[in-house]
């Protein structure tokens, strides 16, 4: 069986930082791109970053990428969010998620796997 499970979420105030962290098992996903999506309460689903299969290239979304930084270790089969200067617009729900490929540029229909979420609160 396969999983994505997320964890690290929490309540920050603004300015301060989260990692989150994302722990595939039942596959390797050394293979795949790994992404990291967000939904706030009452909107959609978005991207937020992406990595590809080895980590050579990154993809963030326009407001997170001075603040955020993705990574992986495929060791691990694990992949991380690193979040600093947290803003209240941050908090949403976060999602991780596989892609069928390798690229970080993939659109989100094509992640196949995804995780249950990590809620992530930044207070003002």
């Known amino acids: 069986q396969v999983r994505l499970v997320e964890s690290g979420g929490g309540l920050v105030q603004a300015g301060g930082s989260l990692r989150l962290s994302c722990a595939a098992s039942g596959r390797s996903f050394s293979g795949s791109a790994m992404g990291w999506f967000r939904q706030a309460l009452g909107k959609e689903r978005e991207f937020v970053a992406a990595?590809?299969?080895?980590?050579?290239?990154?993809n963030y979304q326009d407001s997170v990428k001075t603040r955020f930084t993705i990574s992986r270790d495929n060791a691990k089969n694990s992949v991380y969010l690193q979040m600093n200067t947290l803003k209240p617009e941050d908090t949403a729900v976060y999602y991780c998620?596989?892609?069928?490929?390798?690229?970080?540029?993939?659109?989100?229909?094509?992640?196949?796997?995804w995780g249950q979420g990590t809620q992530v609160t930044v207070s003002s």
């Open positions: 998620a596989a892609s069928q490929y390798g690229s970080a540029w993939r659109p989100q229909s094509d992640y196949v796997y």
């Open positions: 990595i590809s299969w080895n980590g050579d290239n990154t």
